[in-house]
């Protein structure tokens, strides 16, 4: 695959990150086995828009003063709230000398079982490692998921399409993606009430907390036997 370009230039010693980064340039470092800790710096765009095409998984041909470096970006940081890049690693590559890292798995086609059956599709692993050159590496590895029929159907490493010199260093029986029975809505059982809330709902409805109906001669709660009482205090101002 082509590698992306982009341009950079050795870090102004005097502006710290922040500086930078305020001035439309994200501070980055290049180490490898040909290159010690190469400070560096990007202007934000240019840089953003190699992310987007290269991911950490294509070939970045880094030019900087007019030196050109194959990189692969090994870590990048961005801000919390603007989700701009704030700093980036890159790591030279010896085009001559295999390498180890990771690529995402793109899944094909939608598996029967989704279609046909409701199934839901899980994926267990979207990023593989793979071993090649620099020069044969993948940005991603198509693996075809329309096969899955039944639940629990799976695919596996070993049905992803692979280029030439591409070695992937999981198993083959290393599960990709399966499909599952949907899960079913839980009946949500209603809140168990208290004592206190048992006895007052009972109240306002006139019976027992047991929900049985008062005995007939039980003795009248205190609410029910006030207006006897005011009645006989009333007999006896009389």
């Known amino acids: ?40 710096e990007c202007p934000i765009m240019p840089l953003h828009k190699a992310f987007v095409k290269a991911g950490e998984s294509t ?20 801000d919390p709230v603007s989700g701009r890049e704030t700093h980036v690693d890159f790591y030279a590559v010896d085009m001559k000398k295999e390498i180890e890292t990771t690529v995402p798995v ?12 409701g199934a839901i599709f899980v994926a267990s692993h979207d990023h593989v490692r793979v071993r090649c050159l620099p020069a044969d590496l993948p940005h991603d590895l198509p693996v075809d998921v329309s096969g899955l029929a039944e639940f629990h159907d ?8 692979l ?11 290393t599960v990709l993606a399966t499909v599952q029975e949907p899960r079913k809505e839980e009946e949500i059982a209603p809140p ?25 001669g039980a003795a009248p709660t205190a609410e029910a036997g006030a ?11 009389k």
């Open 163 to 173: 280029p030439k010199g591409v070695t992937v260093m999981e198993g083959p029986e």
């Open 59 to 78: 070939l970045i041909e880094l030019d900087v003063a007019g030196k050109r470096i194959p990189v692969l970006i090994k870590d990048i940081t961005f």
């Open 154 to 161: 799976t695919v596996k490493v070993s049905a992803l399409k």
């Open 192 to 216: 168990t009430p208290t004592p206190e809330e048992a006895a007052a709902a009972a109240a306002a409805a006139g019976t027992t907390p047991e929900g049985e109906a008062p005995k007939e």
């Open 1 to 40: 695959m082509e590698m992306v370009k982009l341009s950079a230039q050795a870090r102004r010693d005097k502006l710290t990150p922040r500086t930078l980064r305020a001035a439309g340039s994200v501070p980055c470092v290049v180490y490898g086995s040909e290159v010690k800790n190469l400070q560096i």
């Open 227 to 237: 207006p006897a009482k005011d009645k006989a205090a009333g007999k006896e101002k």
């Open 106 to 117: 793109r899944f094909e086609g939608e598996p029967i079982a989704v279609k046909e059956l």
